[in-house]
């Protein structure tokens, strides 16, 4: 479920950048009031867990499969919602750099759809609902693993949508649905199911452990702005999928994320610039007399005077590319010679 | 990640490149990291059926392995490994996108196909920025860039925790799916509930050791801070490293060098066979 950076625009990499970087500021300030201070160490062993226990395989019932945890509902079942986001993220931090899991600039959008749909839109909207005050037994396995399959539903649409308006991938949003969600329902269910068996284990074993998450002082820990956020992140879902039904220009899908985000400002000069960039990039790039043009056609909209000069313009950029990779690794094994030298 | 013991062998080599003490090397942390990210934000700004006008930005990566004496082989041994994750998405492209782009000589090349190239391209290049940001940093030193640039105090904290203790926990990891495999012959998994009273096992144990580690600190007075070496400094050579790779990038953003070389080059020849 990692998006990479490859997949992503710079503009919902930047919005999905400042939403997590809020949710992770918040849960930071959340956590210095906090008067255990057994947390942050706790926080940094259990992200080194969820690492760990993410390489371990387990085969996966009746399809020959193997699977691993993905542990978003886990950490925030056993840690509290604040906690698990901060010790989710240094998780995909490190995945980020070390194993280019997602990359820096959808780090934002894999914090959002890892950490902070399972932390602060499913566990204290679902779970906590669900398995009541002191979760034990059936009841708990339940909400579990009802909250499983709900963070790997919303997760995997998230992902659809930061896709989707990223324009990279040509994929239409039906068909992309259509793909993710049911694998993904399967993929919820196992981690419900392995997620439930955890913390059972956990309850049996040491039952005190548990209520580490719970906030022991205010029995109503989640505020009503936890309920505006989500509603708002709800609403601009919504607002997407709605347009997206409505109409299939991309024109009227901006122009209803800007209505619903409210983010006009935002997304004005974004689109000035694009459209700047690409006025650019056509005027630097695709100088018609630069094309094989032959003097004697005289009519430039012609056809096949149109296929010459993308043929020209294709064969230039093919020529051209190869010239610079050979550039590039002549220049680097002329480099390390002369520091080898040196 | 094929074996737990495999995916920490190359963690550990990746971080261990930054003990290097090159020009590089020697550059304050927020520097490449900033560097990384300005790169980064810049390629991905390219339109989706952009090829050419990419390739340029290899030479970013390119310049950093030979300056910080990275080895060239392990890092695109890496990058190689993780690109058909990224591309996964990008192969539906040409299904969905038959448009004809441009011709190569009578092959029509639809749109898809550009894009998803553009796409596998992009990948190569975020991936190896952010895989030589690491070889030539170093976690802790990445860790204390970011919370330098505004990331909060308890996450890098939390992250220089964390960064501890992988390697313990994963060792732990490695041990008890090594024992699980020898007794299940072979079979790589061995269902769910085996699966779970092993990471529960792991769990309270990596959750007894952080009680104890802390307590352990809290013996020798620790405040709740890390104090790290913090000897560098936002200098001259790091802004002279900020801004040349920014302006270069830019450069590289809004020229098509390589389209540029090749209409210089086919003009050349074609002017060739028609002047004589």
Redesign the interface.
């Known amino acids: 479920m990692h998006m990479a950076d490859a997949l992503v625009s710079p503009a919902v990499g930047g919005v999905m950048w400042a939403v997590s970087a809020g949710a992770v500021a918040y849960s930071s300030a959340q956590l210095r009031t906090d008067t255990d201070e057994r947390r942050i160490p706790l926080m940094g062993v259990m992200g080194a867990f969820l690492f760990a226990a993410q390489m371990i395989n387990f085969s996966i019932p009746g399809t020959g499969s193997s699977g691993h945890l993905g542990g978003g509902l886990l950490l925030a079942i056993l840690l509290g919602p604040h906690a698990a986001l901060l010790a989710i993220t240094g998780v995909l931090i490190v995945q980020a750099l070390f194993f280019a899991d997602g990359g820096l600039l959808a780090l934002g959008c894999n914090i959002f759809n890892m950490g902070v749909i399972p932390a602060f839109l499913v566990y204290p909207l679902v779970y906590k609902k669900l398995a009541g005050q002191r979760p034990a037994g059936t009841r708990l396995s339940f909400a579990v693993i009802v909250s499983a399959v709900l963070t790997l539903q919303l997760g995997p649409f998230a992902v659809v949508l930061e896709t989707l308006f990223s324009g990279l991938s040509a994929l239409p949003f039906s068909t992309f649905l259509l793909l993710m969600q049911p694998v993904h329902l399967a993929i919820g269910l196992v981690e419900g199911v392995v997620t439930a068996a955890i913390v059972s284990f956990v309850y049996l074993a040491r039952p005190e452990l548990m209520h580490a998450g719970l906030p022991s002082a205010a029995p109503v820990a989640y505020p009503l702005r936890n309920l505006v956020v989500g509603f708002l992140c709800a609403a601009i879902l919504t607002g997407g999928v709605v347009s997206l039904i409505a109409s299939k220009d991309p024109d009227g899908l901006e122009w209803a994320i800007t209505r619903v985000a409210g983010t006009a400002e935002l997304k004005a000069p974004d689109n000035r610039w694009h459209t700047w960039l690409a006025g650019l990039q056509e005027t630097a790039s695709f100088l018609p007399d630069y094309a094989f043009k032959h003097p004697a056609v005289a009519e430039p909209q012609s056809p096949a005077s149109r296929a010459a000069e993308t043929a020209g313009t294709s064969l230039a950029g093919i020529v051209g590319v190869m010239i610079t990779l050979l550039l590039l690794m002549l220049g680097g094994a002329l480099l390390k010679r002369v520091r080898a030298t040196a | 990640?094929a074996t737990?013991e495999g995916?920490m062998l190359?963690?550990r080599q990746?971080?261990q490149l930054a003990a290097g003490d090159t020009s590089i090397h020697r550059l304050d942390a927020r520097a490449k990291v900033l560097v990384?990210?300005v790169f980064?934000?810049t390629v991905?700004?390219f339109?989706?059926y952009?090829?050419?006008?990419m390739?340029?930005f290899?030479?970013f990566p390119?310049?950093v392995?030979?300056?910080a004496?990275l080895p060239?082989g392990f890092i695109a041994r890496?990058?190689a490994l993780?690109i058909p994750?990224?591309?996964a998405?990008?192969i539906?492209?040409p299904?969905?996108?038959r448009e004809i782009?441009?011709?190569?000589?009578s092959v029509a090349?639809s749109?898809?196909w550009l894009?998803c190239a553009?796409?596998?391209l992009?990948?190569a290049l975020?991936?190896t920025?952010?895989?030589i940001?690491?070889a030539v940093t170093g976690?802790t030193a990445?860790c204390e860039a970011l919370e330098r640039l505004g990331?909060?105090?308890?996450?890098a904290?939390?992250?220089?925790?964390?960064?501890?203790?992988?390697f313990?926990?994963?060792d732990?990891?490695?041990r008890?799916?090594r024992a699980r495999e020898l007794r299940a012959f072979g079979?790589?998994?061995?269902?769910?509930?085996?699966?779970?009273?092993?990471?529960?096992h792991?769990?309270?144990k990596?959750?007894e050791?952080?009680?104890r580690?802390?307590m352990a600190?809290?013996a020798r007075g620790f405040q709740?801070t890390f104090h790290l070496q913090r000897s560098s400094g936002f200098g001259l050579p790091e802004l002279s490293f900020l801004l040349s790779w920014t302006g270069l990038f830019m450069i590289l953003r809004?020229?098509?060098?390589?389209?540029?070389?090749?209409?210089a080059?086919?003009?050349f020849f074609?002017a060739g066979r028609l002047v004589p």
């Open positions: 990640m737990i995916a190359d963690f990746l971080d990384v990210l980064i934000v991905v700004s339109g989706r952009e090829l050419s006008a390739v340029p290899f030479l390119v310049a392995v030979v300056l004496d060239a890496k990058v993780v994750f990224a591309a998405i990008g539906f492209n299904l969905f996108d782009q441009l011709y190569l000589g090349v749109g898809g894009s553009s796409i596998v992009r990948a975020t991936v920025a952010a895989v940001l690491v976690f990445v990331m909060p105090h308890p996450l904290v939390q992250l220089l925790f964390m960064h501890r203790y992988l313990v926990l994963a732990a990891a490695a008890a799916s079979t790589r998994g061995m269902g769910i509930g085996p699966f779970a009273s092993m990471a529960g792991l769990l309270l990596s959750w050791r952080a009680e580690i802390h600190m809290l709740g809004f020229t098509n060098i390589p389209l540029g070389i090749g209409h080059v086919t003009a074609n």
